[in-house]
């Protein structure tokens, strides 16, 4: 089992950046699948993106392709999602999840999630 935490939301005006991290307890965050998924309000949580064990392998939805960058530091059990040239739209709740099987965008996919992170974009 893992539990994940994570933080570095806040708020940022259109165009500026954040990054986020979440951490996780316990010896085996390297054998988990991590992702990040955000819920805006009155929407269902969406996929952001997703990392493989050791990083080498990255998925992104369309939408932050090319603005958001994931990483993982297993040596300090940490994931991060590196949020650039960030638009109102972008407003949500961030959660990290993990998971045992392999890099998925299906919400269904993850067994653990953190309690999210509030990320506002003013224009």
């Known amino acids: 089992q893992v539990q994940l935490v994570e933080s570095g939301g806040g708020m940022v005006q259109a165009g500026g950046s954040l990054k986020l991290s979440c951490a996780a307890s316990?010896?085996?965050?390297?054998?988990?699948?991590m992702g990040w998924f955000r819920q805006a309000p009155g929407k269902e949580r969406e996929f952001v993106a997703a990392?493989?064990?050791?990083?080498?392998?990255?998925s992104y939805a369309d939408s932050v392709k090319g603005r958001f960058t994931i990483s993982r530091d297993n040596a300090k059990n940490t994931v991060y999602l590196q949020m650039n040239s960030l638009k109102p739209e972008d407003t949500a709740v961030y959660y990290c999840?993990?998971?045992?099987?392999?890099?998925?965008?299906?919400?269904?996919?993850?067994?653990?999630w953190g309690q999210g992170t509030q990320v506002t974009v003013s224009s």
């Open positions: 316990g010896r085996t965050f390297s054998s988990y699948y």
């Open positions: 999840a993990a998971n045992g099987a392999q890099v998925t965008r299906t919400l269904g996919g993850y067994d653990y």
């Open positions: 990392i493989s064990r050791i990083g080498n392998i990255k």
